[in-house]
């Protein structure tokens, strides 16, 4: 069935085996993101190229959506503002007349709510403005500031407040926006972007002294790409090259960003960001080379579109230069590569999911329903619309459809909610029986126990059996008593087959916990879980420990034999034996309310186990408290020796290995 | 032993066991020159020089640039190979592009010896020391060109049929006999050129089809359309692109204009697959709309020293030694138009018998139903098949159907092989989660009783590592010289293909399977670069034709997803046919071409209804080409494919389409009795309106704005 493989003649990054459908196919594939697997994964087209647009243009480097749909396309090269109905036919154009109004290579546009236009008209290092027909008003020049300084004011993008304050992008300032009041006075920078704090400068700052540091070239923070503004007044920043961090920021009034400064998924290369009135972002990225569409809180939800600069068709950009987003929730993107623009328009199902989405984000769940059904009815497979129906259920008390599509979609808040009011109903249902059968629980375990007893005075165990039950009773009497039990096992001869017996009884229990946690603790898919990598993970740094601190002690005058080491290091791993039985239990009837119950014991089994391990070796070698510490300390850094050890002769090896592989591969396969 | 082991004498080689299917060995045929004496033609007035005529047409050509002529005695129109000195007189392009204007072709070559043997530099009729020597033979003419200073030179033939003119270029009068090697060669570049004045537009075989108008600008967002019959070589990593070129690959060899109510259609008739079809606007070469076809003799291609090494530009040694040949046909009036292309291909088709009988009225229409048993996935750390559909439960699926009315059906069962698509090789025994062998077989005879055909669907040429395959052997080689390799997907050769497919029949067969629907041999055409010499596509198709021949005799049915045009005459369906085009730059119209050329012949369905992007346009554009209704169902929640190779099957939970599969299918049964119709005509009434007219005048209209569909009966009878 390689017929849906046989298109990834390229890297397409994320994608590449994601396979592609038959006929009816988009330029580009459309993808979303699916952050509890942190993949990408396919799905139907969200939006589609328009019909084709032939506008001539010379250089479009900016574009934006006027509140009355138009489109306003900056053109450098032709040196006007463009301005195209919704259908992309060209309705007129601003600045192109001589005159003072005249703009000479412009690069940013701000429409307002009044339609008066905002030109950032660079070569003439000014800001232009017009009324909507076109009709110069006034300019405004450099502002009589020291804080500018003697550097050119070259404005390259911009956007205006309901006060019509400025907020003004200068050519690769990294200085923030400047603000500008109506009256063209300074009013300071606005939204810089911090500087990077890279951990190599901030080993410099603790190494280098001061004159070594005032050489080193300073950090200066990104200059920002692009400026938007939302409906509300936030400002919208897009920043390209920081791997996506700050790439978006949405900063209030007073320059605070309400993203915090945090990463965005394809963000690296970003060009331009918009928001549509449903709060979603829009952003064109280099980098992904794609049209990524995130929540209000900057999540990303779906990518789409494509971006190569040989392109020769709709839907693929050339070199993109702005994004808008019209009321319509058309995405219009300026492209400098093919000197056009392109229209996106959302698909009926880019409508249904997009919708959903935006009740869902707004709280209206009950209202979210009828779209969130028409996505799932066309797409089994998207996360999104389980969570969406799962929380819907949740809303309409049906807890038990809830827990069920809230586990598909691995959202372990609705999950652990849905489970609370079932357990609920269920303890209301059948708390008398609950209660009665604690109980008889108790008294079949008190008189078994005693009848046990009874049942060994009258048949005593052979006397052969009498030390090996004693080894086996010591794995829980060491767990209390460390010190005196380490004693009795250092003492004792074991039996191997009750050391082996006991590990593998650890190992029981660690597969156990593998697969029985409950999911609210462990929201993994388990058919993708590798049991013998998380076993591997377990094993291995105990097997190294027991190799390290055999060696270390031996050398540093322990008394332990290596048996003895190996026996006390099985008995340390009594707390994570008998502390994960309740874990166990209690995992798959908490809800995340009682998580802290389960990392609390989690916690003390881990602790419990260490101080083991460091009695243990005191015990077993028979040194003194410091002496312990010390060699223990030493141990783990042979553990670490050998680890780093390990790995490189495993890499040399791979490689050895790869090396004969491929020759192989190339002797056989291809010549 | 050892040596035993490794040549496995007991095996047999491929083509012995091809060999023993009763299959025939493709064969090559090429063209003779002309002989005899040189022809010292007379020349009129005008400077042509009549060559041959016949009842509708007279050949004519102009002996001091070759230029050539055709006078369409119906209607009084003359065709020309180059614009007249009337209409070059706007003209603003100079130099060598002014000379390839008014050239009958254009040669590029590349050097052989020393650097830059990548540098591609052209030839026209304007070279100064060119020699030309004109034959006649019967109808035909022969144009023998050669460049001394380049040791180049090939040789074109023109013959007059009864309907229009046939070009050719035998591979035997090429020369290559100096430090210069043929790389492409345009023929009649600027044949019948319009220009934006002209009222018509370009045909170019995109999707479905598409229309280059003269009233749009296309010269400042496009570099033409300029892309290979059935698709690029994919072997050749200089050939893909960022975009990893996801649009419509071109599906038959044909391309066209109209200029006023004059039209040809070009059909490349030979050599086909080894050709650029291209369509050019004003401002990119000249001034004027032309479509030719660039013959592909050399590419260029990408290759790599080592792994590590950054790959170099090479032009690959041998050429592709292959006759090209191109038929114009020509149309007036109301014939003048995408439908008369479209019927005059047809007519082609029917011709040379390649499209297969007319199918026969049918009371209902078929709904093909295509059902997915499962795929493999990982997990536990292993192989697990995951089953979606039982033999068993498809069973019930088509049961449900025909109780609920749909009484003409054909299925096709997916993901039967064992383990799915893991180790493509090992297809038996039948998945044992489906219901295995025993399931198969109850599930077929089953089928028979109700009347249904089973095909199963598989595909013979990728090849994963996974199996037990020799690539050195049996795996396409690509341009480079080496086995063809795409992550961890081999290309098995031809003949490879045939054989398994060959196997897997005969096994088929026992279990009462009635068909076989091949993934990518209708869509998959590539040139094996052997070392001992490069197996063309020509071949390929040829064994591909007869396999299709084969599955149909063995088994009844054969049936490609998608549909090149060379399998029309062995399928017995296409499925997955493009209803939309690449969305390309240069394309301003998409039309129904192939849909006018199969309806009636070869029954055709689109994107499946349960897995369109867009539900209502998608199901309105199959009511307009005359599509049927298919869907891709599951009995179980496609969800559980999700991991799976499977995961493209968005939705296809039967419980959840039932309702839409039946009112779907009410609305394309309500249409049965144009199944087996010529469609006549296809036109644009208004914006978003469309109109299709069948044989007996019964004309459907589709409104995209309104989303609905009516039919006028007409009033004639079906043939």
Redesign the interface.
């Known amino acids: 069935?390689?017929?849906?493989?046989?298109?990834?003649?390229?890297v397409?990054v994320f994608i590449s085996?994601?396979?592609?459908?038959?006929?009816?196919?988009?330029?580009?594939?459309t993808a979303y993101y699916d952050s509890n697997q942190s993949t990408w994964?396919?799905?139907?087209?969200i939006y589609?190229?328009a019909e084709?647009l032939?506008v001539?243009l010379g250089d479009p480097v900016d574009i934006t959506v006027a509140p009355n749909d138009e489109v306003y396309v900056v053109d450098k090269e032709l040196e006007q503002v463009i301005v195209l109905n919704n259908d992309g036919k060209v309705q007129r154009t601003i600045g192109a007349s001589e005159g003072t109004g005249k703009l000479a290579a412009p690069e940013g546009v701000f429409v307002t709510a009044d339609g008066d236009v905002y030109v950032a008209d660079s070569g003439n290092q000014r800001i232009a403005v017009f009324t909507s027909d076109g009709t110069y008003q006034r300019e405004y020049k450099k502002p009589d500031t020291p804080l500018l300084g003697s550097d050119h004011f070259v404005p390259v993008k911009l956007v205006v407040d309901r006060r019509g304050v400025m907020y003004i992008q200068l050519n690769s300032s990294y200085q923030g926006l400047v603000r500008l009041s109506p009256d063209g006075e300074f009013m300071g920078h606005f939204g810089a972007n911090k500087a990077d704090q890279s951990m190599i400068n901030r080993l410099k700052q603790l190494v280098l002294n001061k004159e070594q540091l005032a050489q080193e070239k300073p950090a200066l923070p990104k200059p920002i790409t692009n400026v938007a503004m939302d409906a509300d007044g936030f400002i919208y920043t897009a920043t390209a090259g920081g791997e996506g961090k700050g790439a978006i920021r949405k900063l209030n009034a007073g320059g605070v960003d309400g993203f915090k400064n945090k990463v965005m998924y394809n963000g690296h290369g970003i060009v331009d960001v918009a928001i549509g009135q449903e709060g979603f972002l829009y952003n064109v990225d280099l980098d992904s080379?794609r049209i990524n569409l995130y929540d209000h809180t900057g999540d990303v939800l779906f990518a789409f579109g494509?971006i190569?600069?040989?392109?020769?068709?709709?839907?693929?950009i050339g070199y993109p230069t702005g994004i808008a987003v019209d009321s319509k929730n058309a995405v219009w993107i300026s492209d400098s590569g093919?000197?056009?623009v392109h229209k996106y328009v959302r698909?009926?199902?880019g409508k249904d999911v997009l919708q959903a989405l935006a009740l869902y984000a707004g709280g209206k769940y009950e209202d979210s329903k009828p779209y969130w059904e028409s996505v799932y009815?066309?797409?089994?497979?998207?996360n999104g619309s389980f969570q969406g129906l799962g929380k819907v259920y949740l809303h309409e008390n049906d807890h038990a459809d809830a827990l069920k599509f809230m586990k598909?979609a691995f959202d372990t808040d609705g999950y652990s909610k849905a489970f609370w009011q079932i357990r609920l109903e269920w303890l209301q249902e059948h708390f008398v029986m609950l209660v009665l059968g604690i109980i008889s629980g108790f008294l079949v375990l008190h008189f078994g126990v005693r009848g046990l007893r009874a049942l060994r005075r009258k048949y005593p165990t052979p006397s052969s059996w009498k030390q090996p039950l004693q080894d086996i009773r010591n794995f829980g009497y060491v767990m209390i008593h460390p010190y005196e039990g380490f004693y009795r096992i250092k003492e004792a001869r074991i039996a191997p087959w009750i050391t082996i017996a006991l590990l593998l009884s650890v190992i029981a229990v660690k597969i156990a916990r593998i697969y029985w946690t409950g999911f609210l603790f462990n929201p993994v898919e388990?058919?993708?879980?590798?049991?013998?990598r998380d076993l591997a993970f377990f094993i291995v740094p105990w097997v190294t420990w027991i190799i390290a601190n055999y060696l270390v002690c031996s050398i540093k005058d322990g008394e332990g034999k290596f048996r003895e080491v190996v026996q006390g290091s099985v008995y340390a791993l009594s707390p994570y034996l008998f502390i994960s039985i309740p874990v166990l239990i209690l995992s798959n009837v908490a809800s995340l309310d009682e998580a802290v119950l389960v990392h609390a014991l989690n916690t003390l089994a881990t602790l419990w186990m260490l101080a083991m391990f460091f009695v243990m070796t005191q015990v077993i070698h028979n040194f003194d408290f410091l002496e312990t510490f010390k060699n223990s300390a030493i141990s783990v850094f042979a553990i670490v020796t050998i680890w780093v050890f390990g790995f490189i002769i495993l890499g040399l090896s791979y490689n050895l290995y790869d090396f004969f592989y491929?020759l192989y591969k190339e002797v056989?396969?291809?010549? | 032993m050892l040596v035993l082991f490794f040549l496995r004498p007991w095996e047999l080689t491929t083509e012995a066991s091809f060999a023993k299917t009763g299959m025939t060995m493709p064969k090559v045929s090429a063209n003779e020159l002309y002989e005899g004496e040189a022809w010292k033609p007379s020349v009129g007035a005008d400077g042509y020089a009549l060559v041959s005529e016949n009842d509708s047409y007279s050949l004519y050509v102009r002996p001091d640039t070759t230029e050539i002529a055709v006078l369409d005695k119906t209607s009084g129109y003359r065709w020309t190979s180059n614009p007249g000195d009337a209409e070059l007189k706007h003209e603003n392009v100079k130099g060598q592009l002014l000379d390839q204007l008014k050239s009958p072709f254009v040669m590029t070559h590349v050097r052989t010896k020393g650097k830059d043997q990548t540098v591609r530099e052209s030839l026209s009729n304007a070279v100064k020391d060119m020699t030309t020597s004109l034959i006649r033979q019967g109808d035909g003419l022969q144009i023998s060109y050669f460049f001394p200073s380049k040791g180049l030179g090939f040789t074109m033939q023109y013959e007059l049929t009864k309907t229009g003119l046939k070009v050719r270029v035998p591979s035997k009068g090429i020369k290559e006999e100096g430090e210069y090697a043929l790389f492409t060669l345009d023929i009649l570049p600027y044949f019948g050129a319009a220009s934006s004045q002209d009222d018509g537009y370009l045909f170019v075989p995109d999707g479905p089809g598409g229309l280059i108008r003269y009233d749009?600008?296309h010269a400042?967002?496009?570099?033409g359309y300029i892309h290979q019959v059935y698709g690029n070589e994919?072997t050749n990593?200089g050939n893909?692109?960022?975009?990893?070129?996801?649009?419509?690959t071109i599906a038959y060899p044909v391309f066209g204009l109209k200029k006023n109510d004059h039209a040809f259609v070009a059909i490349m008739t030979e050599g086909e697959d080894s050709a650029n079809v291209t369509a050019l606007s004003p401002g990119m070469k000249s001034s004027f709309f032309n479509v030719f076809s660039s013959q592909i003799y050399r590419e260029e291609y990408l290759y790599r020293m080592s792994?590590l090494a950054a790959p170099s530009k090479a032009v690959q040694q041998e050429k592709l030694d292959r006759d090209r040949e191109i038929e114009y046909r020509f149309l007036n009036d109301q014939n003048a138009n995408y439908s008369g292309m479209a019927a005059t291909y047809r007519e082609y088709l029917q011709e040379k018998g390649s499209l297969g009988k007319k199918l026969d009225p049918v009371a209902h229409v078929p709904l093909y139903l295509k059902i997915m048993g499962g795929?493999y996935?990982q997990?536990?750390?292993q192989i697990?098949y995951v089953a979606a559909t039982t033999f068993a439960q498809a069973e019930d699926i088509v049961r449900r159907l025909q109780e609920r009315g749909v009484t003409s059906l054909q299925t096709i069962y997916?993901?039967w092989t064992n383990q799915?698509?893991y180790n493509?090789e090992k297809r038996f025994p039948i998945e044992e989660a489906l219901g295995g062998e025993a399931g198969a077989q109850s599930f077929t005879s089953q089928m028979k009783e109700r009347g249904v055909r089973v095909s199963f669907y598989e595909?013979f040429?990728?090849i994963?590592s996974k199996s037990s395959f020799?690539?050195?052997q049996d795996?396409i080689r690509g341009i480079d010289?080496?086995?063809f390799?795409?992550?961890d997907?081999y290309v098995a050769k031809p003949m490879y293909t045939a054989v398994s497919a060959a196997n897997t029949i005969s096994k088929l067969k026992e279990i009462g399977v009635e068909g076989i629907h091949y993934?990518?041999i209708g869509e998959?055409l590539l040139n094996d670069y052997e070392s001992s010499g490069i197996r063309t596509r020509d071949y390929t198709k040829q064994i591909y034709t007869e396999l299709l021949d084969y599955t149909r005799k063995e088994l009844g049915t054969a049936s490609v997803?998608?549909g090149n045009a060379y399998v029309l005459g062995a399928s017995d369906y296409i499925?997955?046919?493009?209803?939309?085009s690449?969305?390309?730059?240069?394309v301003?119209e998409t039309v129904p071409f192939y849909p006018i050329v199969l309806h009636g012949f070869v029954p055709y369905t689109?994107?499946?209804g349960n897995?369109?992007?867009?539900?209502?346009v998608?199901f309105l554009k199959a009511i307009e080409y005359g599509a049927l209704p298919s869907f891709f169902v599951t009995h179980d929640?496609?969800?559980k494919l999700?991991?799976t190779?499977?995961?493209?099957l968005?939705?296809?939970?039967f419980d959840?389409w039932e309702e839409r599969m039946l009112k779907e299918y009410g609305n394309f049964d309500a249409l049965s009795s144009l199944y087996s119709q010529k469609i006549i005509l296809h036109e644009r009434l208004a914006d978003q309106r469309y109109a299709t007219m069948y044989e007996d005048g019964t004309r459907v209209i589709v409104d995209y704005s309104a989303k609905s569909f009516k039919v006028e009966k007409g009033a004639g009878t079906n043939e």
Do not use: C
Request: without cysteine.
């Open positions: 069935m390689k017929k849906w493989l046989s298109i990834p003649l390229l397409l085996l994601l396979p592609s459908t038959a006929s009816a196919r988009l330029p580009y594939i994964f396919r799905i139907q087209p589609s190229p084709t032939t001539e080379m494509f190569d600069k040989e392109t020769q068709q709709y839907g693929v093919t000197n056009m698909t009926e199902f009815a066309r797409n089994d497979m998207y598909v388990l058919r993708n879980v590798n049991a013998l491929e056989n396969f291809y010549h | 749009t600008a400042k967002l496009s570099r994919m990593s893909w692109t960022r975009s990893g070129q996801r649009r419509e792994r795929n996935e997990a536990f750390g697990r997916y993901g799915g698509d493509m595909d040429l990728w994963d020799s690539p050195k795996a010289g080496t086995a390799v795409d992550g997907w993934s990518a998959l997803f998608r499925d997955g046919l493009p209803s939309a690449s969305y390309d730059f240069m301003d689109f994107e499946e897995l369109r992007d867009d539900e209502e998608e929640d496609s969800r999700k991991n190779g499977a995961s493209f968005y939705s296809s939970s959840k």
